[in-house]
């Protein structure tokens, strides 16, 4: 209990007039966590405290952040040789080049002489050269040159830049600081064949996006994005009349490092304003789907668009959020295409999230009060977070206990 309750700040073992959010008198985090595993027909949710701990957010960091893999961009971005673009993880300054036609890599952009950062933004470049003394790295992060210093004094591991591993699925490019971990297509072979008749790979990430400065804890968003049952209230208009959550289901994840939301339209309404994604053939071409990979990853389709969430966690209860739309190459070429992205990010997107962040906040509020406590899940319009709070307890939970 006191590695948990803040003990980095100074204070002492919370008593039974300032405990610590979700803590009963006498019952143990162990305990608590025990409640979370059970059959979904008896489960928990988490332990609010495990949304609120700083200590448990940098486990988080250490156990998932720092292991798992992580959506940065899109193949797509990066169509040529040379062709970068930067990115920030949990503090890590990234860039993310094509080094040749097959190889996308990933490493710091932090140079090896003083920490300047040698790129930003994007762009395309054949040498990365640091603005500060002109040290200069090849598309692969090894130190080429650095001025008026012999190359053979440097030896091979303080002349590359620390790399991450790269793995793109479904045109998507995911990142990963273990450079021992598992491949991620293994782990999610039943989602890749859930998302077949979207032809992903094929679509394009549109630059333009909504930013949101998100003042709570990551999962709070994972946790909304991934279930149907709050339509009715935040969502009346927006969502639950062309999708209400009674006609939602979750798909059996096969205990892989997935969750898939499906949201099927019982009065089958086209309310799409691009043409169908052309592999649609069943209810998604009106319906709509949510999904997560484990730990951050969020998509949803419509029957005419992809959406990604990017969530970028930098404390325990912080994380800028960037809603990104992706479509068919063929839908830009419809008359009017811009206009109509905008209209789809300014009239569906943001205000969708906006409804999302009150009722988020007021979860938030509630989290961090001595009263919160583990709620019961539904076990049929709730089983996604079930699944992600196996998975998350596996990963993170067992290292608290």
Known sequence: MKTIASKAQGRSAPTAQSREPGTAEGESLKDQLTQSMQPVSHALTLPPRVYTSPNVYELE??????????????????????????????????????????????????????????ADGSGNCKTFVCPYHSWSYDLRGKLRSARDIAMTSFSESKSQLPAARVEVWEGCIFVNFDLGAKPLAGQILSLTEFFAP???????????????????????????????????????HLLQKP?????????????????????????????????????????????????????????????????????????????????????????MQVEGFHQIAKTI?????????????????????????????????????ELSLWQMNQWWCRHVGVHLT
């Not at 960091?61 to 040789?81: C, H, L």
């Not at 979207?198 to 909304?224: G, H, I, Q, S």
């Not at 998509?299 to 959020?321: E, K, M, N, S």
């Open 198 to 236: 979207y032809e992903f790979a094929d679509m394009v990430l549109l630059p333009d996006y909504v930013e949101f400065d998100t003042r709570m804890n990551w999962k709070v968003l994972c946790e909304n994005f991934m279930e149907a049952y709050h339509h009715p209230g935040p969502h009346l």
């Open 345 to 381: 990010r300014e009239e569906f997107l943001r205000p969708l999230h906006l409804q999302d962040e009150a009722i988020n906040n007021s979860v938030w509020a509630g989290l961090n009060s001595p009263e919160a406590t583990q709620g019961r899940l539904h076990q049929k319009f």
């Open 61 to 118: 960091k250490a156990t998932i952040f720092s292991r798992e893999w992580i959506m940065v961009g899109r193949a797509e971005q990066i169509p040529n040789v040379g062709d970068f673009f930067t990115s920030e993880l949990f503090g890590r300054k990234l860039l993310i080049v094509r080094a040749s036609s097959e190889e996308i890599c990933c490493f710091s952009r932090v140079c090896l002489h003083r920490s300047a950062l040698i």
């Open 243 to 331: 999708f209400p959550y009674t006609a939602s289901y979750i798909l059996d994840n096969h205990d892989e490092r997935w969750s898939v939301l499906a949201m099927p339209n019982p009065a089958e309404e086209d309310q799409n304003l691009l043409p169908p994604i052309k592999g649609l053939t069943d209810w998604r071409k009106t319906g709509l789907v949510a999904a997560i990979i484990y730990p951050t990853t969020l998509l949803a389709f419509t029957g005419d668009i992809g959406i990604w969430y990017q969530i970028i966690p930098d404390t325990v209860d912080h994380f800028t959020l960037r809603i990104r739309t992706l479509v068919p190459l063929s839908s």
